[in-house]
């Protein structure tokens, strides 16, 4: 498109803006005007007035508000406005006679441009008709002979008056024929549902007007009904409009509708319900303030009670009228998405295929069978979709008909397709997850199986050496300690042969080695006099052999006398493995231990001031260095329920902190 | 002579210590394998000594000496084990034992000065 094209069609869309702007503000001053004229005639003529052409006027420009580029909507804001103007003069001035000729004029134009715009409206809506050149053609004969009949009518004839009349009526009667074609030949069950209220509204509001207002006119008959009870049948039209927009979400409005419908209904019913009494009131007891005020009061009373269920009901028949059968595409596809992204379990996945959805899709029932239930449900009349994960059918999803028992239309069936698609990456996930889950949960039972059977292996490990110590101890020992005093009898009586203390000699060294095998095995300190004596014991030996200086800060023994075995052992042996780790790297100068009864658990500290090690992130990397002592710290502690923390820094020494808590 | 109680959970080293005290001129009044039947034998009897294991099932050695005390004022306890440890003497002190002897340093000389104790005892 050129520039200056575009700017050409720049300037033609904001001089339409204008236009329509300016239209739009016309009916509610001329409303205004006829109030300010209008205060003492019969009130149900002015609020009729009112009324009708106020709900034309407000459609028309919610319309046109939401959505002012489609041709479609202008159309139908101008005729809105048309009809509007028209019907507002008509009906709030019922006497011809007390109208000014200016509105005369303006109902006569209003009138005959709204039936010849209706008539375009549905040569081009909901469905366009012929082709562009018999559309213009026709258009052109329907205005013109519309301006031809207008100019007669203006004359001010009997005949003028019947001329257009029988003009207006034919060219609504071709309008409503129009539709009612169009709903006939483009009948798929989107399109039926589109026009069903538009052609079933229309009609509503042409015949009973044609039949006692129109007809009567044309042909001169005496018994017409009153002008301004043409109204209610006419704003019939309209509201068909409404909700037939509505229900379609042709213009995006339904929500702001539904929900102005209900507020506009409640407000009415207040109105009334407070204007009724008091007319009453003030016909019959004009001047008692008193009864005017309980009944005020009451009224207040009663609207306040009732307020929240009657909300509640008309906006339960308000979604009925607006909802039946129809629903929000978009919506549905938007939020079942986003319901269907975040499935992580099968709950939701039902939930959302089988709540959520017919809510939204307006449909009697959902079912959704995965392939392991043992009861399969019976299909639905509506559609069955398969959903299939890794090449394999794995769940079945029944969908029932409209809840207005309509047939699934084909772009249902597009919509639930979709969706079936969405839900099968959905149900992948889920399935996925379950399978992680299981894995899980196996792979934790195998680790709790394997930390079990270490715990059994280091315990009966600990339990066979001490099998053994008591062994070495009973019998070898025994006999050597044994053997040891009779030597020591026979040198006594003998004198102290020489060859009988070599003897003796001998039999010590043995002792002290067979002694320092059982101590290996299973310290007798631990058994006797407690983890603190142990540690004491064991201490003062390392310290002996490496000539380290070891400071113990340690617990009375019966502080520690209900530790179980198990613990005791195992932080005897971190504590005897720390020790030999610190004679084999640190190069220290001094070490601390440190046991601290903390309520019911225990502390260990194993401090040294030697050269330390830059940390790695975790244990696991040390093994990797080649550190398995402390790995196998690690391990035994966890065994029996405690936990290691290991602090070191290069230069500065190292800290083992093992806690223990009973479980 | 001295009455002695011999209180170890082998029956071999008690067989060999009773040899070894009727060798110095003790008398062993009575054997127990533990600390509870120590505790009868050291009420009924009241000995003059015990010679007390210190690794025993149950009540270990030290923590019987001062239940055996209890029975026997007069009793003295020995404390004997397999294991050369100060901290076992520092235990049997604290315990109340009058002695802590390893037991390969046993010998007929240390039982001789057990019984020579009780008669310079007896003496003074």
Known sequence: MKPDMKSEMDRRERLWRGLLILLAMALPALAGYVVYEQ?????????????????????????????????????????????GIGLLFFLAYPQKSNRPDWMTVLVSVGFH??????????????????????????????????????????????????VSFLYNTLEIFAAVGILVYAYRVYATPDDRRRLRLIVLGSLAAALPSFVLYLLPTIMGWPYRMTDWMVGPFIVIAPLSYFVAIARHNLFGIDRFLNRALVYAALWLGILLLYLGPFLLLIRFAPGDWLAQMMAAAGLTLAVGLAFERTKN?????????????????????EKTTRTLAGCVEREQLLQALTRQVPLLMQLRDSTLSFDDDSAALAPLSGAQLTLVFQGAPRALWNVGPHRDGDELSETDRRILDTLAHQAEIALGNVLLIETLHAQLEEIRASREALSQAQRRLLRSREDERACLARDLHDGPLQTLIGLNMQLGMLTSQS??????????????????????????????????????????????????????????????????????????????????????????????????????????????????????????????????????????????????GGSLNLQSVPGQGTRIRVEWRPL | MTRVLIVDDQPAFRRQLRALLDRAGLEVIGEADDIAAAEALAQSLQPDLAIVDVLLPGVNGIEGTPRLKWLAPNMRVFLVSAYHECLLLASAQEAGAEAFIPKDELDLSVALSWNENKEKRNET
């Open chain 1, 495 to 640: 004198g102290g042969a020489s060859a009988m203390d070599e003897m003796r000699a001998e039999i010590r060294g043995l002792l002290t080695d067979l002694r320092g095998v059982c101590v290996e095995l299973r310290p007798p300190m631990l058994d006797t006099l407690g983890l603190a004596a142990a540690i004491r014991s064991l201490a003062k030996e390392w310290s002996a052999q490496n000539r380290v200086t070891v400071a113990l800060d340690l617990p009375e023994n019966s502080a520690l006398q209900s530790l179980p075995g198990d613990v005791a052992v195992n932080l005897y042996r971190v504590a005897q493995e720390s020790l030999s780790n610190v004679a084999r790297h640190a190069h220290a100068g001094q070490v601390t231990i440190r046991l601290v009864r903390e309520g019911n658990g225990l502390r260990m500290d194993i401090e040294d001031d030697g050269r330390g090690f830059a940390m790695p992130d975790n244990l696991d990397a040390l093994a990797a260095q080649g550190h398995f002592g402390l790995v196998g710290l690690r391990e035994r502690v966890n065994l029996i």
């Open chain 1, 113 to 162: 441009l709204s039936a010849s715009l209706l008539f375009h409206y549905h040569l081009t809506f909901p469905v366009r008709l012929g082709s562009s050149r018999q559309r213009r053609w026709t258009l052109v004969l329907v205005y013109g002979l519309m301006l031809a009949v207008l100019a007669y009518r203006l004359s001010g004839t009997n005949a003028g008056l019947r």
């Open chain 1, 313 to 333: 009901a008309l906006q339960r028949l308000t979604d009925r009228l607006f909802y039946g059968g129809w629903y929000d595409y978009p919506a549905v596809i």
């Open chain 1, 39 to 83: 205060m003492r005639a019969p009130l149900p003529s002015l609020l009729n007035a009112l009324f009708v052409a106020l709900t034309f006027w407000g459609v028309g420009v919610f319309v046109l508000w939401r959505r002012f580029p489609q041709d479609a909507a202008r159309l139908f804001f101008l005729l809105t406005q048309c009809i």
